[in-house]
């Protein structure tokens, strides 16, 4: 029999592919039920990049001795906070989640992790107990010496798991992922155990057609094009942020450094952009889906009943 969580203090997580329309849920539950949204976006963490990860327009106001990053009067967490050159581990986001939903509780208010970054949501859902290997320069800089397909190959024969699952265009995560499996000696997927858990956890999935994901998609990327996502990029090339920072090598940006470096056609850029995109939301839904404790909704009433159920409200 599993733990009974019911009197753990309750977290409630809207989850999904891009373009789903989270953020916009998000916003509506929280101002509903005097919560506080915690990012679970592994793009919306840096700052400078605004245009290329969707993220939501908000201002930094003090709150006490720090600051806070507000959304239409609601807190926003773990958003906008880390230089682009940094880098933010899974393990880091876990930890800093976990502090953040205890803060909102003792603040009597009602936490909602909003995200679409699975292992963001896995690490914290199920208290995965993350192996901290430390980044190795040796080792990466051999790895630099390798193609990309050389790469994943690779890591198919060391962890078959990570690889089915990994973004195929990822280096950065391929690579981290080959790092862990060599100096730990075992596969990165096998490492990730479930801790006890800590919060009663509600999951609710919002629930898109794949055809009206895909038009919503090929329109967001039209409006980041018009809105200067071109010149975000350029900006941050001149600011001395490289290709291989884990930053620059995310969807909505490594697909402009043929254009930007070597004069490539801005249109395929763009084309790559969209089809990308797609099938990071494809790789999305197979993840989520694997997870049967998530709550599909295809209206933002059936989410809200469920978390009014939920909370006893």
């Known amino acids: 029999m599993g ?3 019911e009197q753990f203090p309750k977290l409630v997580v809207l989850l999904g592919a891009t373009t789903c329309g989270k953020t916009d849920w ?3 539950l929280a101002k509903k039920h005097n919560g506080e949204i915690i990012s ?22 003090r709150s006490g001795l720090r600051k806070v990053y507000y959304v239409e009067d609601i807190p926003h967490y773990l958003v906008d906070f880390l230089d682009p050159g940094k880098s933010f581990t899974v393990a880091e986001f876990r930890d800093e989640a976990v502090k ?26 199920d208290n995965l107990e993350i192996p901290r290997v430390p980044p190795n320069k040796k080792l990466r800089d051999s790895f630099e010496e390798k193609s990309l397909e050389e790469l994943l190959a690779w890591l198919k024969n060391l962890d078959p798991k990570t690889a ?32 006890e858990p800590l919060f009663d956890i ?35 090339l001149r600011q001395k942020y490289t290709w291989h920072l884990p930053s620059m090598s995310g969807i909505g940006y490594r697909q402009f450094k043929e254009h930007l470096e070597n004069n490539g056609e801005l249109d395929e850029a763009i084309e790559n952009l969209k089809r990308d995109t797609r099938h990071y939301a494809k790789r999305q839904l197979t993840w989520f889906r694997r997870d049967q404790r998530i709550k599909w909704c295809a209206t ?9 159920e939920f909370l006893g409200t």
């Open 100 to 125: 953040h939903v205890k803060a909102s509780h003792k603040a009597q208010r009602i936490p909602f992790v909003v995200g679409g970054t699975g292992l963001y949501i896995h690490s914290l859902v």
């Open 40 to 61: 679970a976006d592994s793009r919306q963490i840096y700052q400078k990049m605004t245009i290329g990860t969707a993220k939501v327009p908000g201002e930094w106001r």
């Open 202 to 236: 509600l999951q609710i999935g919002i629930d898109v057609p794949r055809d009206v994901l895909y038009e919503r998609i090929e329109r967001r990327v039209d409006i980041m094009i018009k809105e200067g996502l071109v010149e975000e990029v350029r900006n941050l």
């Open 300 to 308: 933002y009433d059936e989410a809200q009943k469920l978390v009014e």
């Open 26 to 28: 998000g916003l509506r």
């Open 164 to 195: 089915e699952t990994v973004d195929p265009n990822n280096k950065r995560r391929i690579v981290r992922a080959l790092e862990v499996c060599i100096l730990s000696g075992e596969p990165f997927s096998g490492q990730q155990k479930k801790g």
């Open 3 to 5: 733990i009974q969580t």
